[in-house]
């Protein structure tokens, strides 16, 4: 190859391979993913009326209940409040979930500022033989926090329906 040539093609491939001086990398908090809010709970029939799940109690499949849930979020950089109810349906076991995907400002794992209370009710019985109300609603939750998932899950205290009449076979005076 002619060295003139060479020399005239050399400034313009040394335009491309030049390189940016390396930059000090700063330590970064890891990020963690948004928040994900469960909410749950189940409704039994107390055959016993003595609204304590017994032997001869059963979850309650097809119970309507009512969720209504406030998250506030208040630190240096947001004040958020998100309110929400809905109405579910218990599945085959009884149980009612409501699952919250992220919720800007919300970060219900790892903010110890968020304030947060949910509260169910019973709205009616799919069952016939057992639709007196016995515990009504609950606002008393187990609550579960897995900081890595940035995971919370609120566990509700049981509601219950009860049949008109005791069945004293059952269940005795």
């Known amino acids: 190859m002619n060295p003139i040539i060479l020399l005239l093609l050399l400034p313009m491939f040394t335009q491309f391979l030049e390189v940016e001086p390396a930059r000090a990398k700063l ?20 055959i016993c009326s003595n609204n304590s799940f017994s032997k001869h109690s059963y979850y ?3 119970a309507e209940v009512r969720i209504d ?9 947001t004040k958020e409040q ?3 109810s809905v109405n579910r349906t218990t599945n085959k076991h009884g ?27 019973l709205i ?34 049981p509601l219950n329906y009860r049949p008109s009449k005791k069945d004293i076979t059952l269940c005795g005076k």
Do not use: H, W
């Open 95 to 121: 149980i009612y979930k409501l699952d919250i995907p992220s919720v800007d400002g919300v970060k219900c794992a790892e903010d110890p500022e968020v304030v947060s209370s949910c509260e169910a009710s």
């Open 60 to 62: 309650l499949p097809g």
């Open 69 to 77: 849930c406030l998250f506030k979020a208040i630190s240096e950089k």
């Open 27 to 46: 330590p970064r908090k890891p990020r963690l993913p948004n928040s994900q809010i469960t909410v749950m709970g189940f409704v039994y029939c107390d």
């Open 82 to 84: 998100v309110s929400l």
């Open 124 to 157: 009616g019985s799919s069952s016939s033989s057992c639709n007196v109300p016995g515990y009504r609603s609950t606002s008393n939750a187990i609550t579960i926090k897995a900081r890595r998932a940035n995971l919370c899950i609120y566990s509700l205290y």
